[in-house]
């Protein structure tokens, strides 16, 4: 198969392909980039191999980076762009069915294409459009179907988050996966207990925020591989839960969003210690359980202008999404209209500070001072109080005659 045009992003980077060739190696497009184009995906990467060795590879272009010579990986810096050029190789045994205990370089595309994962993604594209397509991954394009490369059994024994890449281009591509392939999957999920968490992460959260996240889930299910994910085990119920009560086609905004809902779903008690479990950052436990707050205070009662403030627009969306993906009544335009009734959006916004109610007011610094700034925020807020000086003063000396 010929292609008669190269995507702008690939026509870029021709002159490194000629420069390597010129040098007397061969070169090639290869990888992901490849499969999306002949898919008319977007295109996120583009990968080139080479037969030049690393140090070849260094002494054709005036500028690079060592981002990975043990592997092959050279970062080519050229006209503004950056291009990842690695050699051929070939891997030997496994180690803990995650990294190979020696990478070898070769000079053929063939041997280091035998190595990938699946036949979609062991295609090469050269400098004149011809896809070189060797383990018949145009034909598994052509029917949408996810195979592995070789012996299924294999390619998971070398890398069990192949297991996991698996289900995330079942919902990414809208793929099925081929039988034989599956099978090895289901057989070999065990082996994902060896694969970091955070390796893990990338894969299940890309699932989950693909537009076809329910098929990717469903096989994922089906091969009972959430035994050997954090937090997951035995929650087939919750999980299967998470398929149908979200209402068809809908696909989540963003990955905090998808697991809220899934959290909901598989009815985690403790919220932060299950997502710590997944080694996510604090922000991302943050913003997760404000979705849920605001998804329990939707339920349970009417929203004020405190907590459209408190929780913010973004989340709030994000949490009125999950209502209408959940076939519940929302109100987006209402939310809307609170949000933007709010005099102040931060607390920095206010006409006061601490200094000020020192030095007008005679308060002292402590807990007490604390209490009475958050009261005159959460009045002005909720439009008990203007943000004006004279009227907070007012407002305070009646506080403190209270008090």
């Known amino acids: 198969m010929k292609l008669t045009r190269l995507p702008s992003e690939f026509q870029e980077a021709l002159p490194i392909l000629k420069k390597i060739k010129d040098a007397g190696y061969k070169a090639y497009f290869v990888g992901g980039g490849v499969r999306d184009i002949l898919l008319d995906r977007p295109i996120h990467d583009v990968d080139i191999a080479t037969s030049s060795y690393p140090q070849e590879t260094k002494s054709i272009f005036s500028r690079t980076v060592d981002i990975g010579l043990e592997h092959g990986t050279v970062l080519v810096l050229e006209n503004g762009k950056e291009y990842e050029i690695t050699t051929f190789r070939t891997e030997e045994a496994y180690v803990d069915y995650r990294r190979p205990s020696q990478v070898s370089f070769v000079r053929s595309l063939d041997e280091d294409l035998k190595r990938r994962d699946f036949t979609v993604n062991a295609l090469a594209l050269d400098e004149n459009g011809q896809v070189i397509d060797h383990f018949n991954g145009l034909e598994d394009l052509k029917v949408k179907k996810l195979r592995a490369v070789g012996r299924a059994e294999e390619r998971f024994e070398e890398d069990a988050l192949r ?24 057989s070999h999920a065990h082996l994902l207990e060896k694969i970091s968490v955070e390796r893990s992460f990338i894969e299940f959260d890309k699932l989950l925020t693909a537009d076809n996240w329910k098929l990717g889930l469903g096989k994922l299910i089906e091969a009972a591989a959430y035994d050997y994910l954090p937090g997951l085990k035995g929650q087939a119920i919750g999980l299967n839960r998470l398929i149908h009560s979200i209402m068809p086609s809908f696909s989540f905004k963003r990955s905090e969003q ?39 205070i939707r339920k349970e009662r009417k929203v004020t202008s405190w907590d459209l403030y408190y929780y913010g627009f973004e989340v709030a969306m994000l949490s009125e999404e999950l209502r209408r993906a959940h076939a519940l009544d929302y109100d987006f335009e209402a939310l809307k209209a609170i949000y933007n009734s709010l005099t102040i959006y931060d607390k920095h916004d206010i006409v006061v500070n601490g200094s000020y109610l020192i030095k007008e007011l005679g308060c002292k610094p402590g807990p007490h001072l604390g209490y009475l700034l958050n009261q005159i925020e959460v ?17 305070l000396l009646k506080e403190l005659d209270n008090g």
């Open 163 to 186: 297991i996991m890449r698996g289900f995330r281009f079942a919902a990414s591509l809208d793929f099925d996966i081929e039988e034989k392939t599956f099978l090895a999957m289901c």
């Open 258 to 296: 998808a697991w809220a809902a899934l959290i909901l779903e598989i009815k985690v008690s403790n919220v932060k210690l299950f997502l710590k479990g997944w080694k996510t950052s604090n922000d991302f436990q943050k913003m997760v359980n404000q979705i849920l707050s605001f998804y329990k």
């Open 379 to 395: 009045a002005i807020v909720m439009g008990e109080l203007e943000n004006d000086r004279l009227a907070i003063k007012n407002y």
